[in-house]
């Protein structure tokens, strides 16, 4: 009887595996993540090609979306404005052509000359506002890449570069000069 009791106790005892437990590795924060992937830049300006301010998110600079969207915004708002009062100078070219003499610059612009100046003022305003749109698109993209780069550059106490001010004792002159730390 003790035999067999004796013997699935020893079985039991023997399925007992003792194993050596690896340290938990620290979990790294998402900031972390994207400045050891090399990958994260090229990221940033694809997402901000996909839609403008999402690589500032990306990389997490959001508060640079504002931005973004001001100036694409601002640019899009001079090109509206300048497209509906170059139509409306053109509607009132085209009515001078055909004989009316009731459009609404007429009190204000007799010569119909002045209607084609003015038409070719707020095209030139147009298209540079058009170019203005095209290059805060790409300056978004730029600045996404640009960020994700910078976030990736070693930023240590090692090497660092101060100006320094000394003055004269004994004049009114003052020293300038930059002080340079290495820490090898």
């Known amino acids: 009887m003790k035999t067999k009791v004796f013997i699935p106790f020893l079985i039991m005892l023997n399925l007992q595996v003792f194993a050596q437990q690896l340290p938990k590795e620290e979990e790294k924060t998402r900031k972390e993540k994207l400045i050891e992937s090399p990958l994260t830049p090229s990221k940033a300006a694809f997402y901000s090609a996909i839609l403008p301010g999402l690589g500032q998110i990306y990389i997490g600079k959001a ?64 298209d540079m506002s058009f170019l203005f749109i095209l290059g805060t698109y790409m300056l978004n993209i730029l600045d996404a890449n640009v960020s994700a780069h910078l976030m990736q550059f070693n930023i240590k106490d090692n090497l660092s570069v101060k100006p320094k001010f000394e003055p004269d004792l004994f004049g009114t002159d003052t020293n300038i000069g930059l002080k340079v730390l290495v820490k090898l």
Request: hydrophobic residues 30%; proline residues 3%; aromatic residues 18%.
């Open 63 to 126: 508060w640079k979306v504002p931005f973004v969207y001001a100036a694409i915004g601002a640019s899009v708002y001079g090109y509206v404005y300048n497209q509906k009062e170059l139509d409306r100078y053109r509607t009132a070219y085209k009515r001078r052509n055909s004989r009316h003499r009731d459009d609404e610059f007429i009190k204000l612009i007799p010569n119909k000359d002045k209607l084609l100046e003015g038409m070719k003022f707020h095209k030139n305003y147009r």
